[in-house]
């Protein structure tokens, strides 16, 4: 390979993939490995797990027909309304359950007007998301159940300053009594009592289970966001990651052996999850099961089996977390609950170790600027001043080479037809000028983890969702809104709409002001570098940055403002070195060519 072939971009992909491909083959798969032996080891026999205390119960089908309108569904049964500054929804009397949460804080679009997101709503309904809590036990007659209506016995609503409380008794003896308490964000606490007024012991267990009922066609698709089941369980709580498709395809997997962790269900922005105790043993498993045209993703947790004499009563605490995974909230919650890996809810990556300090750093600059993308650029500046000495070195290499260009291609005529001359005149010549044409590779393979760290962090975390920027720009999450098929919206008609090509005008091609930005900034980055030797490798090299930004137009705007400054910052210290090498670049010859001015440098 020519040393004039090691051009940015190429290293960049070529690098990158072979770092992932090499992590997955060498890192991952042997973890998952690993993972699945244990998960072996720890699964109790089945023959133990049927039917017994430390069994949850089993998924059956919908206890509501699907396709139940939301509405009907909360009119199906009496409900607890639940009321703080971060969640508004209620809890249904059949069941105890969990099922109706909308997030006040957060709108399903940009628009102030647009509706609340939803996170929980009631079985029955499409794609139903809840929480269902309480007791399992082997013949053990009178179980509250899904079909269980609850009696409010205090409070008329759950708010943080106002608990609820809910009783039922059945008729085998049992008393049951549940206490529910919420903070101004996310946290909801259950604590369950059981008094045994029966004259015989009984024996159960308590346990808690997330189930989402079908899954909406725009979730689980994006490849870098985990999406599925999520929770941190075994003896060292290591972190439990499972993608939807798997979850479907495995069935979930055995039970694992937990003292303390937690399960739940994430999206990209959202969690459900389920925390009990942390000194508690437990036993935490990811199930799905398929009812008809239904399938039923379960995460749930089921903890040691309490014996109940005559007389006495057991106590149970669980806490659900249903809310926005934002990161200091998290960490709160870690740090106050002792969870472990409550923040490894969001999506860190296999850079975990970049990621986090690099969010923080963002974190610290928003709260100083008070505005996301001015912080994506002061980030971009501290990246690039970290990396400046490294780029540097590449970018004066990279002069070097450009300026000795003429020499090289002379070289390359004068000795076509002797290959080993031509390589030997090469060698002297980059030794006589004191160019190093591998002196750029070194620097973009130690950026590479930082780019994909900072792309990571930019894409999982909450803090950029419909963060405004400046002018047109109100969702830094978002794709860019302007396109150059009604002139940035000058025209007055959306490209959706027109007949046939709509679908690609407003898809592939969609092309706004930073795709357009980040296009010419990639091609002046791109030209001031050396031209390959070969023709046919100058074309591909010169397409190339137009391919990138229809590549990356569909990506969130955030990143394009980062990937664009960051092109700015690059042409910026080409441009001062090239001056100073006294080597011609694009910029001087756009200039020349406005104001007709002679070519001089220096």
């Not at 690098?15 to 060498?26: D, I, N, P, R, S």
């Not at 949850?56 to 409900?79: D, F, H, Y």
């Not at 075994?234 to 479907?248: D, H, I, N, P, T």
Request: aromatic share 10%.
């Amino acid at each position: 390979m020519q040393p004039e072939t090691n051009r940015n971009t190429i290293i960049f992909v070529v690098c990158a993939a072979v770092m992932f491909l090499a992590y997955q083959f060498f890192v991952l798969d042997p973890a998952a490995k690993r993972r699945q032996a244990e998960l072996a080891r720890q699964a109790p026999p089945a023959a133990a797990t049927a039917g017994a205390p430390g069994s949850a119960p089993s998924l059956g089908a919908p206890q509501v027909p699907a396709a139940v309108t939301r509405q009907a569904a909360i009119e199906a049964s009496p409900r607890v309304p639940i009321v703080t500054p971060s969640l508004r929804g209620s809890l249904s009397l059949k069941g105890g359950r969990i099922d109706d949460l909308y997030l006040v804080r957060y709108r399903q679009a940009v628009d102030p007007k647009s509706p609340p997101v939803e996170l929980l709503r009631p079985e029955g309904t499409k794609f139903a998301w809840f929480a269902e809590i309480g007791w399992t036990g082997a013949n053990v007659p009178g179980l509250p159940g899904p079909n269980t209506v609850w009696r409010l016995i205090q409070g008329s609503q759950l708010t943080p300053t106002q608990p609820v409380t809910l009783a039922y008794t059945n008729d085998q003896g049992l008393m049951f009594t549940r206490r529910l308490e919420v903070d101004d964000k996310f946290m909801i606490t259950v604590t369950d009592i059981v008094a045994n007024v029966s004259d015989r012991p009984i024996t159960l267990a308590p346990y808690g289970s997330i189930q989402r009922q079908g899954v909406p066609a725009d979730v689980g698709q994006n490849g870098i966001v985990h999406e599925g089941a999520i929770g941190a369980l075994g003896e060292k709580a290591e972190l439990r990651l499972v993608k939807y498709k798997k979850w479907s395809k495995d069935g979930g997997g055995p039970a694992i052996a937990s003292t303390g962790g937690w399960v739940g269900i994430t999206d990209k922005y959202w969690l459900a999850a389920l925390i009990p105790d942390q000194k508690e043993r437990i036993q935490g498993q990811f199930r799905s099961t398929k009812t008809g045209p239904v399938e039923i993703f379960d995460a749930n947790f089921v903890g040691h089996a309490i014996a109940i004499g005559p007389g006495a009563q057991a106590h149970h605490a669980t806490r659900l977390f249903a809310g926005a995974k934002t990161v200091p909230v998290l960490r709160s919650y870690e740090q106050q609950l002792g969870v472990p890996r409550f923040d490894d809810a969001v999506d860190w990556g296999m850079f975990w170790f970049l990621t986090r300090p690099i969010f923080s750093f963002l974190e610290w600059i928003f709260g100083h600027l008070g505005n996301f993308g001015l912080a994506i650029l002061a980030l971009t500046v501290v990246v690039r001043l970290i990396f400046f000495p490294l780029a540097q070195k590449q970018y004066e290499s990279l002069t070097k080479m450009k300026k000795v260009q003429p020499q090289i291609e002379e070289l390359r005529k004068r000795y076509k037809d002797d290959q080993q001359k031509q390589q030997q005149e090469l060698l002297a010549l980059y030794q006589r000028e004191k160019v190093n044409p591998i002196a750029g590779c070194l620097p973009l393979l130690l950026q590479i983890p930082v780019f994909y760290a900072l792309y990571k962090v930019l894409t999982v975390t909450i803090e950029m969702r419909h963060a405004p920027f400046m002018g047109w720009i109100h969702d830094l999450s978002a794709r860019d809104p302007t396109t150059i098929w009604n002139l940035f919206g000058l025209i007055p008609y959306n490209p959706a709409s027109v007949p046939l090509a709509g679908g690609l005008l407003d898809g592939a091609l969609h092309l706004g002001v930073l795709p357009l930005l980040y296009g010419v900034t990639m091609w002046l980055t791109t030209s001031m570098s050396p031209p390959a030797p070969d023709p046919i490798q100058q074309k591909i090299f010169s397409f190339m940055p137009w391919i990138f930004m229809f590549i990356m137009a569909p990506f969130a705007i955030g990143l394009l403002i980062y990937w664009t400054w960051s092109n700015v910052i690059t042409v910026l210290q080409q441009y001062v070195i090239m001056r100073r090498f006294k080597v011609d670049n694009p910029i001087d010859q756009i200039i020349r060519r406005i104001t007709g001015k002679p070519k001089e440098i220096g």
